[in-house]
């Protein structure tokens, strides 16, 4: 499996959302903004879990892995949103996740596989769905 950026294999295309703090007079404020977009990122061994039904909603929960170069400033917490197939000209709803703590994989010099050099994200999804 390549991991490169230069490559197809990041078919998928994120925005980076996350809590900044600013200053309005002597008060701290924090607020989530857009960080990064466009990047190339591709969202793997996708684990879906069963919907959950209540009276006034229901909520479906997923766990992925995402992997990325390892320039993306990706960091635990954020919040992102990937379009699948965003980089093969897909359109459609993004999805959204928050980041766990990013793993590096660093490539040996003169490593056997060139080119695999990329960090892997966990990734958490939830969804809630309103029942009119």
Partial sequence: MLINPNNRWYT???RICRVTSFAVGNITKQERQEVAKGIPCRVYQNTRNDVKMNTSDSTTSSRDMLACAN???IRAGDELFI???GKLGQKGLEK???A???AEYFE???GVKPRIAHQQIPLSGESRVKVR
């Fill in 71 to 73: 320039s993306v400033d």
């Fill in 96 to 98: 959204r996740y928050f």
């Fill in 83 to 85: 379009l699948r197939g």
């Fill in 100 to 102: 766990g703590e990013p």
């Fill in 108 to 110: 040996p010099f003169g």
């Fill in 12 to 14: 998928d295309s994120m």
